[in-house]
């Protein structure tokens, strides 16, 4: 975590857990709560303005679709259509999610603090 200018910059696995609770479904808001940062800040990561380096699985659907209906990763040579995730894919890739974050927080599987 860096602060720049009053600030806060998130680091890439920061970014990454925030387009994994979005994807998730957590709220805006209460991802800039946690993070203590504002509403604005979090939506500029869903709507793919900041952070378009950090990939998640499912982030395409935080998106709006264009007039085709296709959902698009926004900005330079990466805006193209994106494949629309099964119901499989985003249900591993919230598991992933929710298990790198146990192990940051150093929770066990089951989301309770390790013993030891």
């Known amino acids: 975590m860096a602060t ?6 998130f680091s890439d696995e920061e970014a990454r857990m925030v387009k994994e609770n979005l994807v998730r479904g957590v709220t805006v808001a209460a ?3 946690y993070y203590g940062v504002s509403v ?3 939506s500029k990561i869903k709507r793919g303005l ?3 380096h ?3 699985e ?3 659907q935080l998106r709006p679709a264009n007039a085709l209906g296709e959902r698009v990763i926004p900005r330079g040579p ?3 259509p994106v494949r629309k995730k099964t119901e499989a894919e985003i249900d591993a ?3 992933e999610s929710q298990k790198r974050l146990f192990e940051m927080l150093g929770l066990g599987p089951d989301g309770l603090p390790k013993e030891g």
């Open 4 to 9: 720049l200018r009053g600030y806060r910059a």
């Open 31 to 33: 991802i800039a709560q």
């Open 40 to 42: 604005e800040t979090i």
């Open 50 to 52: 900041t952070y378009t």
């Open 54 to 56: 950090v990939r998640v």
């Open 58 to 60: 499912g982030e395409e």
């Open 78 to 80: 990466l805006a193209q």
């Open 93 to 95: 890739a919230a598991e």
